[in-house]
């Protein structure tokens, strides 16, 4: 394995292949505002213009042909670190850089923001990536519209707006896939997804040994309230409560009611709010179960991977939604994880 870099203009336009990068990493959080973060160490020769290029970085397995399989990692504007220089009078910079979604966070509406009764959410998410200059983009439609007017004060990001609107849709925060496009996909339980690919720890293992599984149910709620409160529409209220008598935190199996505090959200109609309520509950459930560990790097993970993962000294065998990887661009490198287990509860 080795890695290749290419510099991109502000528009994902190839400018030239980038030689100067000698060590880098990756990272990916999807519980971040910003998901996609990097580290590069490059040999400062001018060739970047760090106000308006990017960075994109390759992964390449060489094939028996000769040939190489390659994984683009992500599109990153770089920061602007301080250069040092060392005893050969080599000149150096240590940047950190940042996925797309930091174009939506740096654009905030100069005045208060907003959106009219009957505007299509996803058309409106369309036209706050269009006024960014996101070109490249995979949005999923919708019929739903804004039920009542909806704004936003001034100073507000983009990426905020655009996540309260796909939010008030179920549809997951807005990220940006490994070339840099802008994609908005209504949510889907990981215990409804199928799992991509298995990692197991048989005789052809990538598992690195150190696997660490936690599991605290001790203040996991079992009931959720969800409601909508505007002046100028019908207050809308959603409860879910877990009385499953197959789970372990259920108020029947509990015997008591534990209640996460009410939450006022935004949703489009009360099916929405329902749909919103449940997710919330499965969500909640989620992150008292985690599984963190090292693999030989697989460069194709990507936003949220649902895997299956055996692991026979914990007794794990099971299907998890992962939060975060990350690794560093060099050969013989590991790639670590953290996953949640998909409960139903």
Not at 101 to 122: C, E, H, M, P, S
């Amino acid at each position: 394995m080795s890695f290749r870099y290419e510099l991109l203009s502000s528009t994902n336009v190839k400018k030239a292949d980038l030689r100067t990068v000698t060590a880098g990493s990756v990272e990916y959080n999807s519980l971040a505002d910003i998901k996609r973060t990097a580290k590069f160490t490059i040999v400062d020769d001018g060739s970047i213009n760090f106000l308006s290029d990017r960075i994109k970085p390759y992964a390449r397995l060489k094939m028996p042909d000769g040939g190489y399989a390659e994984w683009p990692l992500g599109v990153f504007i770089p920061t602007t670190p301080p250069r040092k220089a060392d005893v050969a009078d080599v000149v150096t910079r240590e940047i950190e850089a940042y996925d797309l979604l930091q174009v939506l966070v740096d654009d905030k509406v100069a005045d208060r923001f907003t959106l009219t009764t009957g505007a299509n959410y996803i058309a409106s998410v369309k036209s706050l990536l269009d006024g960014a200059g996101i070109a490249s983009q995979n949005l999923t439609t919708t019929d739903k519209i804004l039920p009542a007017d909806r704004d936003w004060d001034p100073g507000t990001t983009k990426l905020s707006i655009i996540n309260d609107l796909l939010g008030a849709i179920n549809y997951r925060s807005l990220w940006f896939d490994e070339n840099g496009v802008a994609i908005a996909q209504p949510y889907v339980t990981p215990e409804v997804r199928a799992s991509e690919y298995v990692y197991r720890d048989d005789d052809s293992s990538v598992i690195f040994p150190n696997v660490q599984h936690s599991l605290d149910l001790f203040a996991l709620p079992n009931q959720w309230v969800l409601y909508v409160s505007e002046a100028d529409r019908a207050p809308l209220r959603s409860v879910y409560t877990n009385s499953s008598p197959n789970s372990p935190t259920s108020t029947v199996n509990r015997g008591r009611t534990i209640v996460a505090a009410p939450e006022q959200v935004d949703a489009a109609d009360q099916a929405t709010l329902d749909a919103l309520t449940e997710r919330r509950a499965f969500e909640s459930s989620q992150v008292y179960e985690s599984v963190d560990f090292e693999t030989a790097i697989a460069p194709y993970h990507s936003d949220s991977d649902v895997y299956t993962l055996e692991f026979s000294a914990l007794g794990l065998s099971a299907k998890y939604s992962e939060t975060q990887w990350d690794f560093e661009l060099k050969a013989g490198g590991r790639m670590r994880h953290r996953i949640r287990r998909v409960v139903s509860v």
